[in-house]
């Protein structure tokens, strides 16, 4: 269990968040892509809609990726104390594409979410991952 958990819970809301409005984001450009217009107002709207409706299942997924990495994570910086930061921000993103993986095997569509079809969408959640933990980390430090 961390000592800081309120600095996990923002760290995990940051990483849902960012999915989020990337995974949002990348649909709306689909459509734009198709001819459609979508102006900054609808644009708005959506990310806000599915922040409160995707946003919940994409934080399970987040959570499910992170419980084990970050543990991992967390057990090898007592060892290698230096790599704390790197070692959790690599966990972070690790754990969200095993996750987002995972779902993907067990979903009955191709992907689960579009955007983590190919390697660009999915580098671009995991990044919001990887900032999450390296914010986790920085915000966690041992006295």
Not at 22 to 39: F, I, K
Not at 70 to 94: D, K, N, Q, S, T
Request: glycine share 12%; aromatic share 6%.
């Amino acid at each position: 269990m961390p000592r800081r958990p309120g600095v996990l819970l923002l760290a995990w809301l940051l990483a849902s968040a960012w999915g989020s409005v990337v995974q949002t984001h990348w649909n709306l450009q689909a459509l734009a892509g198709l001819g459609l217009e979508l102006p900054p107002g609808l644009r708005l709207s959506t990310i806000g809609q599915d922040l409160v409706h995707f946003g919940p299942v994409y934080a399970g997924i987040v959570a499910a990726g992170w419980v084990p990495a970050l543990a991992v994570a967390l057990g090898l910086a007592r060892r290698l104390p230096a790599w704390r930061g790197g070692l959790l921000a690599a966990a972070a993103g690790l754990g969200v594409v095993a996750a987002i993986r995972a779902v993907d095997a067990v979903a009955p569509m191709p992907a689960f979410i579009d955007a983590t079809r190919g390697w660009p969408g999915l580098l671009a959640m995991a990044a919001g991952a990887v900032l999450a933990g390296a914010l986790y980390a920085r915000l966690s430090r041992p006295d």
